[in-house]
Nanobody, 128 residues
Framework: QIELVESGGGSVQAGGSLRLSCRAS????????MGWFRQAPGKDREGIAA????????WYPDSWQGQFTISRDNAKNTLYLQLNNLTPEDSSTYYC?????????????????????WGQGTQVTVSS
């Protein structure tokens, strides 16, 4: 059974940091391209970071200003997202996702339709 389980969310004040984790099981983690998405109430789910199977390629949206950093540890079957300098606008549910397909880079790597499996999400709330 394929499973993605996110953790590390919580409540922080503006300017704070969080490190999200996504533990994968039920498939060969090192064979999957991975992504992080977020969705705020009433808004579409948006891609915020993607990483290739081996971790050598990473993609972020054009609006990225260094506030997110994606990484992975294939030996631990775990995907990470470091969130820095958080603002209230970053409050969302954060999801990790896995893709069996080839690595195509941006913008495909940041599209929800690229991904085959999804976690249940972890909530991040940033207060001002």
């Amino acid at each position: 059974q394929i499973e993605l389980v996110e953790s590390g969310g919580g409540s922080v004040q503006a300017g704070g940091s969080l490190r999200l984790s996504c533990r994968a099981s039920g498939f060969v983690f090192s064979s999957a391209n991975m992504g992080w998405f977020r969705q705020a109430p009433g808004k579409d789910r948006e891609g915020i970071a993607a990483i290739s199977r081996g971790g050598g390629e990473k993609w972020y949206p054009d609006s990225w200003q260094g506030q997110f950093t994606i990484s992975r540890d294939n030996a631990k079957n775990t995907l990470y997202l470091q969130l820095n300098n958080l603002t209230p606008e970053d409050s969302s549910t954060y999801y990790c996702a896995a893709s069996k397909g080839p690595w195509l880079g941006s913008p495909v790597a940041l599209m929800t339709t690229t991904y085959d499996y999804w976690g249940q999400g972890t909530q991040v709330t940033v207060s001002s």
